[in-house]
């Protein structure tokens, strides 16, 4: 069984928030979202693998993002989670955007597929 790594999924989350940076998010996840994903954001709001890939296509671009104190676990023969601090920022938004992330991973036909992100807020 190939199980899968640290390495891999910060690759695939770099991937994912360089998407993000080029406005390009919608066309990202619509390749690597499992058919039942879902995300959980900050705000409260969940959203369905359809309404991620419509909302992110066009959306105003990150200009810049770090990725922190990330932790992985392994969780099955093909399932994994990720879970990181990102710090991001955006010409639009006054302060940084600054939460904990988490990122459950299935193996699919060989490659990773992100099945749950969630968002948790960080009070200063």
Same mark, same amino acid.
């Given at each position: ?21 080029? !406005? ?6 619509? *390749? ?22 419509? !909302? ?31 710090? #991001?920022? *955006? ?7 600054? #939460?904990?992330? !988490? !990122?459950?991973?299935? *193996? ?17």
């Amino acid at each position: 069984m190939n199980h899968f790594t640290t390495e891999e999924l910060l690759e695939a989350e770099h991937a994912g928030w360089q998407s993000l940076c080029e !406005s390009s998010g919608g066309t990202f996840y619509g *390749r690597i979202l499992t058919d039942d994903a879902v995300f959980v954001l900050v705000n409260g709001m969940t959203m369905s693998r359809e309404q991620v890939i419509d !909302s992110l296509d066009g959306a105003p671009a990150w200009e810049t993002y770090t990725i922190e104190d990330e932790q992985f676990i392994h969780l099955s023969d093909d399932a994994a989670a990720l879970t990181y601090r990102a710090t #991001a920022t *955006r010409s639009d938004l006054p302060t940084p955007f600054t #939460a904990l992330m !988490s !990122s459950v991973y299935r *193996r699919i036909e060989g490659k990773p597929r992100l099945a749950l992100y969630q968002q948790t807020a960080v009070s200063d």
